[in-house]
């Protein structure tokens, strides 16, 4: 058996999109690692080509144990990816302490790394969206799932690992196969069901008087273009680090769902709706990803548009499925 990939959180959004780009560029000997429970996540997994598909205890379990075939290189997207988990434990050590280990057995293995650190590293954005290392230090996220993903960002810089694996902070990334998340799917997602049920998109007010209702700002990312980048760093070796992963380009939540009515050929209907309480101090107005490192690192490819994207995952996925995907 020739060397596997292993990609944990393959059942999940970006995880499924990475088995399936894989899988195009001729790549089964796949060993997926993920956690199914009881939820409909499993659907994820079909259509796909793979070796295994393995619990993540399980998987760290035989890792340490030397029972798993060669392995070239590890995409570690497995984590808790809620921005509302209150359980701080939880996501120390699913977030955490889990990618720490792994990360410690590929460095002693010569394995590639690649692993999901997030854009909700950077809090509020008050200290930029930038991703050199020298930035790190200053940054305060919002929620503890963003702390869990910087911890790490943390200990991988003080102990010099960066010039041998690789982070990406995706940025808002949205496209198909999110169907699962609930309450943390897109918005691109969330505008479609509106839409369909009510005619209506609703949208949270601002709180700020330098942002107008619907124009709070965002660097959406289509899925295809956050695949490209993961895997560029699989099949290019050299380039390490910690870099953004989105488009460079911030736009509107009211772009965004004139985007969905537009792939839908109906006109704009947006309502704006008070904000809860909860989230008015912890809420991002702008967030944009600045992507000079990614480029000089030799990712070249141009990035979709967000009309474009958000047309080609209605017509293509969502409305195709209508009826099938979780509500």
Same mark, same amino acid.
């Given at each position: 058996?020739?060397?596997?990939?292993?990609?944990?959180?393959?059942?999940?959004?970006?995880?499924?999109?990475?088995?399936?780009?894989?899988?195009?560029?001729?790549?089964?000997?796949?060993?997926?690692?993920?956690?199914?429970?009881?939820?409909?996540?499993?659907?994820?997994?079909?259509?796909?080509?793979?070796?295994?598909?393995?619990?993540?205890?399980?998987?760290?379990?035989?890792?340490?144990?030397?029972?798993?075939?060669?392995?070239?290189?590890?995409?570690?997207?497995?984590?808790?990816?809620?921005?509302?988990?209150?359980?701080?434990?939880?996501?120390?050590?699913?977030?955490?302490?889990?990618?720490?280990?792994?990360?410690?057995?590929?460095?002693?293995?010569?394995?590639?790394?690649?692993?999901?650190?997030?854009?909700?590293?950077?809090?509020?954005?008050?200290?930029?969206?930038?991703?050199?290392?020298?930035?790190?230090?200053?940054?305060?996220?919002?929620?503890?799932?963003?702390?869990?993903?910087?911890?790490?960002?943390?200990?991988?810089?003080?102990?010099?690992?960066?010039?041998?694996?690789?982070?990406?902070?995706?940025?808002?990334?949205?496209?198909?196969?999110?169907?699962?998340?609930?309450? %943390? @799917?897109?918005?691109?997602?969330?505008?479609?069901?509106?839409?369909?049920?009510? =005619? !209506?998109? &609703?949208?949270?007010?601002? +709180?700020?008087?330098?942002?107008?209702?619907?124009?709070?700002?965002?660097?959406?990312?289509?899925?295809?273009?956050?695949?490209?980048?993961?895997?560029?760093?699989?099949?290019?070796?050299?380039?390490?680090?910690?870099?953004?992963?989105?488009?460079?380009?911030?736009?509107?939540?009211?772009?965004?769902?004139?985007?969905?009515?537009?792939?839908?050929?109906?006109?704009?209907?947006?309502?704006?709706?008070?904000?809860?309480?909860?989230?008015?101090?912890?809420?991002?107005?702008?967030?944009?990803?600045?992507?000079?490192? %990614? @480029?000089?690192?030799?990712?070249?490819?141009?990035?979709?548009?967000?009309?474009? =994207? !958000?047309? &080609?995952?209605?017509?293509? +996925?969502?409305?195709?499925?209508?009826?099938?995907?979780?509500?």
């Amino acid at each position: 058996m020739s060397n596997m990939i292993v990609v944990t959180g393959a059942a999940g959004f970006i995880g499924r999109n990475v088995v399936a780009e894989l899988n195009l560029r001729g790549r089964d000997d796949l060993l997926l690692v993920d956690n199914l429970g009881r939820d409909e996540k499993w659907r994820n997994l079909v259509g796909l080509h793979y070796e295994d598909i393995i619990e993540s205890q399980d998987f760290l379990a035989r890792l340490q144990a030397d029972t798993l075939p060669g392995i070239e290189g590890v995409i570690h997207l497995g984590a808790c990816s809620a921005t509302t988990e209150r359980d701080a434990g939880f996501l120390l050590r699913n977030n955490y302490h889990y990618t720490r280990t792994l990360c410690e057995w590929t460095l002693r293995h010569k394995v590639r790394f690649i692993y999901a650190s997030s854009a909700a590293t950077y809090g509020d954005g008050s200290q930029g969206y930038d991703d050199d290392l020298a930035a790190l230090d200053r940054l305060q996220p919002l929620n503890m799932y963003g702390y869990s993903k910087h911890m790490f960002d943390l200990w991988a810089h003080r102990y010099g690992f960066f010039n041998r694996i690789v982070g990406l902070k995706y940025f808002n990334v949205y496209g198909p196969y999110e169907d699962h998340k609930e309450d %943390m @799917r897109s918005v691109v997602h969330k505008s479609y069901q509106q839409i369909r049920n009510t =005619g !209506v998109v &609703k949208l949270f007010k601002s +709180y700020r008087p330098e942002y107008a209702d619907g124009e709070q700002l965002r660097d959406f990312i289509f899925v295809k273009d956050a695949v490209a980048m993961t895997l560029f760093f699989l099949e290019n070796r050299i380039p390490s680090g910690l870099f953004n992963c989105g488009t460079g380009k911030a736009r509107s939540w009211k772009d965004l769902a004139t985007a969905v009515f537009s792939a839908l050929d109906l006109p704009p209907v947006i309502e704006f709706i008070e904000m809860p309480e909860s989230l008015r101090g912890k809420y991002q107005y702008f967030t944009q990803a600045r992507m000079a490192r %990614m @480029r000089a690192a030799g990712y070249a490819q141009p990035f979709t548009s967000l009309e474009d =994207g !958000v047309r &080609k995952y209605v017509t293509a +996925y969502l409305d195709p499925h209508e009826g099938i995907t979780a509500a």
